[in-house]
């Protein structure tokens, strides 16, 4: 059964700390996104990345960073986490050619305290 | 997601047909999805439409597709306790990631 799978399923954090949400997918998919659920805001993207070692700024970057060393693996990084970070963060990949719509994983429910 | 557009809840009895409606802004989407969100989990592909169609249909499911008003809907036809979740439509702008709606709700009354 192919899957994306992140790291943890809940995580609290206390304000400053550096963060790091870990996302792997076995599809062998080019690309891989973050994105961030809040109730009434639906799902805003953060970063995306369409190769190794590269990556694009979405719609909120701000105070988020990201890493892919490898094709199967894209890490969020919160550099200094802040309470208006607590979200449910969700992982995806897709093929190439996107046709297939992307496969979500669990999603981490972060809490910055 | 400011560009899709969805209502927030609906509510239906066991049995009805559900109707959940969706407008977006990039007329250049090729392909528009409908995604299901469960309680806990992350979002499951449902179905999705190219933007040369004006339907599908998959079991229970019909998507409908309006270009010229950017609007998109999924009709769940005997909607069933389990159906209920948040669905959230989503397009396909160019080689950017998907934008998605801001999910509804549909409760289904026993």
């Known amino acids: 059964d192919v899957k994306v799978t992140q790291s943890s399923r809940y995580l609290v954090k206390r304000t400053g700390e550096k963060v790091f949400l870990e996302c792997v997918q076995d599809?062998?998919?080019?690309?891989m996104f973050w994105y961030r659920q809040d109730p009434g805001l639906g799902l805003r993207l953060i970063y995306f990345?369409?190769?190794?070692?590269?990556?694009e700024k979405g719609d909120i970057p701000e105070g988020y960073s990201v890493s892919r060393e490898k094709k199967e693996r894209f890490s969020l990084i919160l550099e200094s986490a802040s309470t208006n970070q607590t979200s449910m963060y969700l992982c995806?990949?897709?093929?190439?050619?996107?046709?297939?719509?992307?496969?979500f994983g669990s999603g981490t429910r972060l809490t910055v305290v | 997601g400011e560009d899709v557009e969805q209502s927030l809840f609906l509510s239906v009895r066991e049995g009805d047909s559900s109707v959940i409606n969706c407008t977006y802004t990039?007329?250049?989407?090729?392909?528009l999805y409908w995604y299901k969100q469960e309680p806990g989990a992350g979002l499951q592909l449902l179905t999705y439409?190219?933007?040369?169609?004006d339907m599908k249909q998959d079991q229970r499911l019909t998507v409908l597709l309006n270009k010229k008003d950017k609007h998109l809907s999924l009709r769940i036809a005997d909607t069933q306790t389990g159906d209920s979740a948040i669905y959230f439509c989503?397009?396909?702008?160019?080689?950017?990631?998907?934008?998605f709606g801001s999910g509804t709700r549909l409760q289904v009354q026993p």
């Open positions: 995806a990949s897709s093929s190439g050619t996107g046709m297939g719509g992307y496969t």
């Open positions: 990345s369409y190769d190794v070692k590269m990556k």
């Open positions: 599809m062998d998919h080019e690309n």
């Open positions: 990039d007329s250049s989407s090729t392909y």
């Open positions: 989503a397009e396909s702008p160019g080689r950017r990631a998907l934008t």
């Open positions: 439409i190219f933007s040369n169609m």
